[in-house]
């Protein structure tokens, strides 16, 4: 567990590194709010479209070889970003990322593969760790490297880091990783006929649960991804703010994301329960997100940052490990897969439904419409989240690496 911790932290502080960038960087091409909106929704798009692909294919032929491909797809993309000469390439660079981005699924079924059934929130919580901390790093890295200076930014530097910081990776994936998905599992699944992707995506939203569950976390991701794809666009009309500034501000975020995901989400659920925490955080995402177009001086949208923060935080996991708790063990890679799929066709729907609502009716509208979205997940989720399995005491791990 300890090394693909690792692994995904490295590569998620590439990551973090050109968020802070990527705004600023349309901008200079002269992309409007919608068009920026558009650069940002489509590393999630082509992601969508490979997410399941990526996911089954770990469970036919183990998630080391996924985790080594996909790794190395992302460095090719981070080095041809730093080469961006036009906003189209800018489009082109996103769309082969999002598509070799199979790394997460992968990681997330490794963690159903290595945990017990009453113990998988916390490994769940863990990778989120890994998240949190790629978003401290990252972004504050990536902003330095960027400058202050939304006018002259240094949009080569941040690129050129994160895909260094990919290949560190995939070096440690090759030499250290070892292969959690047991191989009598391989085989067994090799024999089934592959599943197209809108079969199992249909077949995912249409069993008992897990159909409502996977639209919780669509539509919890969407709101969270509308508030990122926007706040550096919102920070320099209304501070003045360059990369640097939102760098760090991201790094904030992720310092409080990793503190909760890495150490306290376990404690609550054993203290509330995963299906408790999804409406705690709900509401808190909801106050947090409203807040934001409030937010007159730096303490008060910090406060926000804070309360949304914390909501994103322990939704994601707590749903992640309900999803998991579901679907027996030889399909956790394909669900996990689709659901990574409903998350990211919520990041490439969210930055295009926030930068339309940012452009055409004014920078405080995605915050709006983002916490009228959490309300309905509070309310769907009040409703319906007590039919839902929780595992048995067991102490055994589905599997062992």
Known sequence: MLILFLIVLIDLIGFGVIIPLLPFYAEFFQASPVMVGMVMATYSFTQFLAAPFWGRLSDRIGRRPVLLVSL??????????????????LFAVRAVGGFMAGNISAAFAYVADITTRENRAKGMGAIGAAFGLGFIA?????????????????YQSPAFAAAGLSFTALILAFFILK??????????????????????????LQRKNVGLLIGLTFLA?????GLESTFAMWSRRKFGWGPEQNGYLFAYVGLLSAFIQGGLVGRLVRRFGEAHLVIQGAVALALGVLLIPFSQNITVLIIAMTVAGYGFSIISPSLNSLIS???????????????????????FTGPAWAGFLFGFLGRDWPYYGGALVMVI?????????????????????????
Not at 81 to 89: H, I, Q, R, V
């Open 72 to 89: 190395a797809g992302a460095a090719m993309s981070y080095v041809w970003l730093g080469f961006a000469e036009s906003l189209w390439m």
């Open 138 to 154: 990252g972004p504050a890295i990536g902003g330095i490297l960027a400058g202050s200076d939304p006018l002259n930014a240094d």
């Open 179 to 204: 292969e959690s998905l047991p191989l009598e599992i391989r085989q067994k699944l090799a024999k089934e006929p592959p599943k197209k992707r809108m079969a199992m995506f249909r077949e995912a």
């Open 221 to 225: 991701t969407f709101a969270f991804a």
């Open 325 to 347: 708790l579901q679907v027996g063990d030889d399909e956790q890679g394909g669900i996990m897969g689709v659901t990574r799929s409903a998350s990211t066709m919520a990041r």
């Open 377 to 401: 997940v509070v309310v769907l989720g009040a409703l319906s989240l007590k039919s839902l399995k929780f595992p048995e005491k067991t102490g055994k791990p589905s599997h062992k690496p």
